[in-house]
């Protein structure tokens, strides 16, 4: 599976982004896919996670309310719609794949930090500053 994202950039605080990962040999068997970010100096974070069957969306608590998953399966792709944004959210962000039985949500908050996803794309730099 092959992850491209785009939509990245330099915006002041409350400003709006959106994000995009094309993907590409994806089947109907059971997968993960997901936003995930990195601040230097920090570990890798899940943001959001989505499942083959959309069964249960996953954000991270901070940012509930500001940042939305969208999905266009014709295209392939995912988006990451971002508003609000803070300097907190300055991270390169990544889009992740696993193939797993599990739900976005259990996938991404228990057995990603441990075991990661199988494939990420090169990620998008987002710069939350004024």
């Known amino acids: 599976v092959q992850l491209v994202e785009s939509g990245g950039g330099s915006v002041q605080p409350g400003g709006s982004l959106r994000l995009s990962c094309v993907t590409s040999?994806?089947?109907?068997?059971?997968?993960?896919l997901g936003w995930f970010r990195q601040a230097p100096g920090k570990e890798r974070e899940g943001v959001s996670c989505?499942?083959?069957?959309?069964?249960?969306?996953y954000y991270l608590d901070s940012v509930k309310g500001r940042f939305s998953m969208s999905t266009n399966r014709a295209k392939n792709t995912i988006y990451l719609e971002m508003t609000g944004l803070r300097p907190e959210d300055t991270a390169t962000y990544y889009c992740?794949?696993?193939?797993?039985?599990?739900?976005?949500?259990?996938?991404?908050?228990?057995?990603?930090?441990?075991?990661?996803?199988?494939?990420w794309g090169k990620g998008t730099l987002v710069t939350v500053s004024s």
């Open positions: 992740g794949f696993k193939r797993t039985i599990y739900s976005g949500k259990y996938y991404c908050t228990s057995l990603a930090p441990k075991y990661g996803m199988d494939n």
């Open positions: 040999g994806l089947t109907n068997e059971g997968w993960v």
């Open positions: 989505i499942d083959n069957q959309d069964y249960e969306r």
